[in-house]
């Protein structure tokens, strides 16, 4: 067995959250500081749970800050772009 130490950077790894969110990174691609915000519709806590997840590590890969807001009532989640 051949064991060796390698920087953490050098690691990468893929999930396939990128797939079941594609349709959320593409419209969060198109977000401007200040603009139209993207709204998306979910069943349960958990799917918003995972969607907040997705944009958060998003945020760090692209080095943006998007934020959310929740619609609890009409089970709505809108992310946006601070100035």
Do not use: C
Not at 37 to 58: F, G, I, L
Request: proline share 2%; glycine share 4%; aromatic share 10%.
């Amino acid at each position: 067995m051949d064991i060796k130490f390698v920087k953490r950077s050098e690691i990468k790894s893929s999930k396939r959250r990128s797939s079941k969110f594609k349709p959320l990174m593409d419209a969060l691609d198109k977000l401007e500081p200040g603009g139209q915000a993207v709204e998306v519709s979910y069943t349960n806590e958990k799917s918003v749970n995972s969607m907040r997840t997705a944009v958060y590590q998003y945020n760090q890969e692209h080095n943006v800050k998007i934020k959310s807001g929740k619609d609890a009532n009409n089970k709505k989640i809108y992310f946006y772009r601070e100035k």
